[in-house]
Each structure stands twice: as C-alpha cells, then as structure tokens.
C-alpha cells in the first residue's frame, strides 16, 4: 500500500508500444501497488519487456477505438484493478515525479485530474498546440467511477456530482510519437463512431474512405514537428540514456516503429 494509505492500481493500456515500455513501467512502478498490464493484440516486443516487472498480464482481445465502445474497454480495464483508485497510465507515459499527485488523497477525492507534458520528436522537445500540454484528464480516480461515450465518440469520465480534485502540477512525460497509420487510425475514430458504420472494421472502412491517407498524415505530422520548441525541465532518470543523443526521429516501416533515427 502506498504512503497515502490508499492502494492504487495502475492500468496500462499497450497495443505495439515498445518504444517507451520499459520506461513507463520503470518510472511508475514506485508509486502504485499494483500494477495490470492489458495487450491488446501486440505483435512487437511489449509483452516480453511486460513480462520483465512485476505486472498482473491480461488480454482484450477486442479492438477498443473500433467496433468496440472506448468506454466499454475503459470500463471492462477498470474491473481489472485491484486498488481503490485506478490510475489509467498509457504505455507511453514516463513519470517526473507522481508523489504531489498521490498526497492529493489525502483529501479523499472521487478523482484527481492533472496535465502531462506532451512531447514530440525527441526528448528535448514539446509539442507547442496547446502549449505543450495534454490534458487535465481524470486519470487517476476512485474504482467505482464509469466512463461514458462522448457525442464525439470517444470515451469521458462521469464525475457528476463528484468531487474532483484539478491540479496544475505536471507528474509526467508524454513520449507521444506513433507512426503515421496509426496517428490517422486514432483521428479516425470518431468519425466512424458517429456514421455508425456496420460491416466494416475501423481500419477497412478508414482504408476505404482515405485512400491517401498516407501523404494527408505525413504532412500533418510534418506541420506538427516544425512547431516544436524547447522543453526545459528536467527529465527522469530513466531518460538518461538518451539524453546525450537529443536529436532523432522515429523511424517505422509498415506502419509499425522501429528503430530511433538521429537528426544529426
């Protein structure tokens, strides 16, 4: 059980998130009690460097974001934690320091929302839309908590009547690099959600619909990356390793990413 006498659980969504795994799991493994690996379907090495910590594994074997309700694989990760609160951490998330936001339980809130840095490219930088910050999300939150479908079609907390607890610390990195097919998949998601589309899969009906999604994407990122700026903080300890090579890209090959390209 963690200092704040709360025992927290921590839900790691991962399809294909190799790239910053181990240091998700690295930096937040200190500050929960438990810690629920859910694979979706992973082809690449996620599961075996999973396997390397002390996680509970288990698998969804639906597509959440495509005929399946993002709120319903919210929901359904959400029966899996052992904890009283649930803290659903993304694969690619690298915790600063998650201490300030765990001593927020001591004032018994129903949820916690807090920002993440958002960065792009490389380590040294942010992506500057929105000034570099993602969120606050109620991420952190009490087990009995559900989520609901947005009109937008993607999935919200119900913290009606609720008492949330928002802070302006920042606990953590978003390593948010994906590659091009499935940053257009993940844009898509809502669109079909709204059409209702029956018969095909998300990624056939996307296929289908934006058959040049490639170059519309890659420009998209590319636009993206010219907005980077530099990011000043200090970084995690389990950073350190890239810390003396800044400057590089993902590089991927059939949609999946594969390796870390320096700029110079």
Request: hydrophobic content about 35%.
């Amino acid at each position: 059980m963690t200092s704040t006498g709360k025992k927290i659980s921590a839900i790691i969504k991962c399809h294909n998130e190799e790239l910053f795994l181990r240091e998700c799991l690295e930096s937040i493994s200190p500050f929960v009690d438990d810690i629920v690996f859910v694979d979706n379907n992973s082809t690449d090495a996620s599961v075996e460097i999973a396997s390397q910590f002390k996680v509970r594994m288990v698998e969804y074997k639906h597509n959440p974001g495509g005929d399946q309700p993002m709120s319903h694989f919210y929901n359904w990760c959400n029966d899996q934690a052992a904890g009283e609160y649930v803290l659903h951490w993304d694969a690619d998330h690298v915790a600063l320091d998650f201490a300030p936001i765990l001593q927020l339980l001591a004032e018994e809130p129903d949820a916690v929302r807090y920002p993440l840095w958002n960065l792009r490219g490389d380590h040294r930088h942010l992506w500057t839309k929105n000034k570099g910050v993602v969120g606050p999300k109620p991420w952190l939150h009490k087990k009995e908590l559900t989520y609901n479908d947005t009109d937008t079609g993607m999935e919200r907390l119900d913290v009606r009547n609720r008492r949330v607890i928002t802070t302006d610390q920042f606990p953590a990195l978003h390593m948010n690099l994906k590659s091009d097919e499935r940053y257009f998949l993940r844009r898509a998601i809502c669109t079909y959600r709204l059409k209702r589309i029956e018969g095909q899969s998300l990624e056939q009906w996307a296929k289908q619909q934006y058959a040049n999604y490639d170059d519309r994407v890659r420009a998209e990122y590319e636009m993206m990356l010219r907005e980077l700026m530099p990011y000043n903080g200090s970084y995690p300890k389990v950073l350190e390793r890239y810390l003396a090579r800044p400057k590089w890209l993902i590089e991927s090959h059939e949609g999946r990413p594969v390796a870390r390209r320096e700029l110079w």
